[in-house]
C-alpha cells in the first residue's frame, strides 16, 4: 500500500504469476513495446483484492480508478543480472531488476560503471553476476517454469537450503538411478541433479525444511565422520571441465593461476586465479596431461565465469585453445584415510 494523490494504491505478489509468451523468434517482447499496459484482469487479482480488502474495509465500498497491469521482468533465481556477455567482449549488461530498478539503479550503476572502466568488478558481484548463468538458460521453457517459481516465492518464508522444484530433474550423470536407489535426496546447482545427502532406512527421503537443524543434519554428519575416519566415494560429474592446448598452454597458465602449475606430467595442481586487487577469481585443480595439454576442473555453478575469465586472460598472440569438456567425462572422487587401500 501507499498513499498516491488522495487516494491509495494497492498490489502484490501472487503464487500464482502469469508468463508473457508471444511466441516472437527473437525474444516475447515485440520492438515497439513501450509504455503500454494489457487488459485488466480482475479475476486474475482478486486474490490480491481479497486481501486487501480484509486489511483495509473501506477498499469494498470505494470506486477503482485504473488497474495498472503491465509486464516486469523476472529473473529464474530473483536477483538481477550485471557484468560483461561472456560471448560477446566488451557488451556489459544491466537488466532483469525484478521490479526493484530504483531502488538497485544507483548501486548497480556505479559498479557496472567502474566495471568498464577498470575492466573488472569493483567488488564482489557473483550474486548478480551475468556469467552465473549457462547454456542451459537458452531454454525458455526451462527459464519461464523456474522464474515463475522463483516470483511465486517472493514473498514466501525463505528456508536455508531450500531447493527449487521446477525443471527438475533437467541434467543427470550416469549414475543417477543408481544414487537414488540408495536414497540420495537431490539438490540442484545449474541444471545438474547432485546428491545432497543419503536417508537412512526408516526416514523418508527427502528435505524437511525449517529454521533449525533440518532433517539432513544427522545422516550428513555421518556421512561426514565416515570420510574423514574411512573412506567415501563422490559423484563429481557436475563439476566443469575445460582442456587448455597448445604450445603456449603451460605460458598461458603461468599467468592467469596464482600457484605454479609446472609440474610433471600427471601430477595435479590446487590453486586460484586473482584478480588485479588479490581477490580470488576462481578456485580449482589443473592436472597436466602432457607437455602442451592441461585438464582444469572447477565448481559446478562456475562453470560460464570460469570459462570466460580464463579466455579473457589468455595473453594475445599465445598458442593456447581453452575447450569446456564438461560432458564428455564423469568425475569419482575417492576420499578419506583409506582411499589408498581401496585402491590397491
Known amino acids: 500500500f501507499k498513499e498516491e494523490v488522495g487516494g491509495l494504491v494497492m498490489g502484490g505478489y501472487e503464487p500464482n504469476p502469469q508468463a508473457w509468451a508471444t511466441g516472437l523468434a527473437g525474444g516475447d517482447v515485440p520492438n515497439d513495446w513501450e509504455f503500454r499496459l494489457f487488459d485488466d484482469d480482475y479475476d486474475h487479482f482478486e486474490q490480491h483484492m481479497s486481501q486487501a480488502i480484509a486489511r483495509v474495509p473501506a477498499l469494498a465500498h470505494v470506486g477503482v480508478k485504473q488497474m495498472i497491469n503491465g509486464p516486469e521482468s523476472f529473473t529464474?533465481?530473483?536477483?538481477?543480472?550485471?557484468?560483461?556477455?561472456?560471448?560477446?567482449?566488451n557488451m556489459f549488461v544491466g537488466a532483469g531488476f525484478n521490479a526493484f530498478g530504483i531502488a538497485s539503479?544507483?548501486?548497480?550503476?556505479?559498479?557496472?560503471?567502474?566495471?568498464?572502466?577498470?575492466?573488472?568488478?569493483?567488488?564482489?558481484?557473483?550474486?548478480?553476476?551475468?556469467?552465473?548463468?549457462?547454456?542451459l538458460h537458452r531454454?525458455?521453457?526451462?527459464?519461464?517454469?523456474?522464474t515463475l517459481e522463483a516470483y511465486?516465492?517472493?514473498?514466501?518464508?525463505?528456508?536455508?537450503?531450500?531447493?527449487?522444484?521446477s525443471g527438475r530433474p533437467r541434467i543427470v550423470s550416469p549414475l543417477y538411478e543408481r544414487l537414488k536407489k540408495?536414497?540420495?535426496?537431490?539438490?540442484?546447482?545449474?541444471?545438474?541433479?547432485?546428491?545432497?545427502?543419503?536417508?537412512?532406512d526408516g526416514a523418508a527421503a527427502e528435505d524437511v525444511y525449517s529454521m533449525g537443524r533440518q532433517n539432513w543434519f544427522g545422516p550428513v554428519g555421518d556421512e561426514?565422520?565416515?570420510?574423514?575416519?574411512?573412506?567415501g566415494i563422490f559423484d563429481q560429474s557436475?563439476?566443469?571441465?575445460?582442456?587448455?592446448?597448445?604450445?603456449?598452454?603451460?605460458?598461458?597458465?603461468?599467468?592467469?593461476?596464482?600457484?605454479?602449475?609446472?609440474k610433471p606430467v600427471g601430477r595435479l595442481t590446487y590453486t586460484q586465479l586473482l584478480n588485479t586487487r588479490g581477490g580470488i577469481e576462481a578456485d580449482l585443480t589443473v592436472s597436466r596431461l602432457g607437455e602442451?595439454?592441461?585438464?582444469?576442473?572447477?565448481?559446478?555453478?562456475?562453470?560460464?565465469?570460469?570459462?570466460?575469465?580464463?579466455?579473457?586472460?589468455?595473453?594475445?598472440?599465445?598458442?593456447?585453445?581453452?575447450?569446456?569438456v564438461t560432458e564428455e567425462y564423469g568425475t569419482l572422487s575417492l576420499m578419506g584415510p583409506r582411499a589408498r587401500d581401496v585402491l590397491q
Open 76 to 89: 529464474q533465481d530473483g536477483n538481477f543480472i550485471l557484468g560483461v556477455a561472456p560471448e560477446c567482449s
Open 105 to 135: 539503479g544507483g548501486g548497480a550503476g556505479w559498479v557496472l560503471a567502474q566495471w568498464v572502466v577498470d575492466g573488472e568488478a569493483p567488488l564482489d558481484l557473483w550474486v548478480v553476476d551475468i556469467r552465473r548463468f549457462s547454456g
Open 139 to 146: 531454454d525458455r521453457d526451462w527459464v519461464r517454469d523456474r
Open 152 to 165: 511465486g516465492k517472493h514473498y514466501t518464508i525463505g528456508f536455508p537450503h531450500e531447493e527449487y522444484l
Open 182 to 200: 540408495h536414497r540420495a535426496v537431490f539438490g540442484s546447482k545449474l541444471g545438474w541433479e547432485r546428491p545432497n545427502w543419503f536417508a537412512p
Open 224 to 231: 561426514h565422520r565416515h570420510v574423514r575416519e574411512k573412506v
Open 238 to 262: 557436475s563439476f566443469a571441465k575445460y582442456e587448455l592446448t597448445g604450445t603456449d598452454a603451460l605460458k598461458a597458465l603461468d599467468w592467469i593461476c596464482a600457484n605454479d602449475v609446472n
Open 292 to 324: 602442451d595439454r592441461f585438464y582444469i576442473v572447477t565448481g559446478t555453478g562456475f562453470r560460464t565465469h570460469d570459462l570466460s575469465w580464463i579466455s579473457d586472460h589468455i595473453g594475445s598472440g599465445l598458442d593456447a585453445r581453452l575447450t569446456d
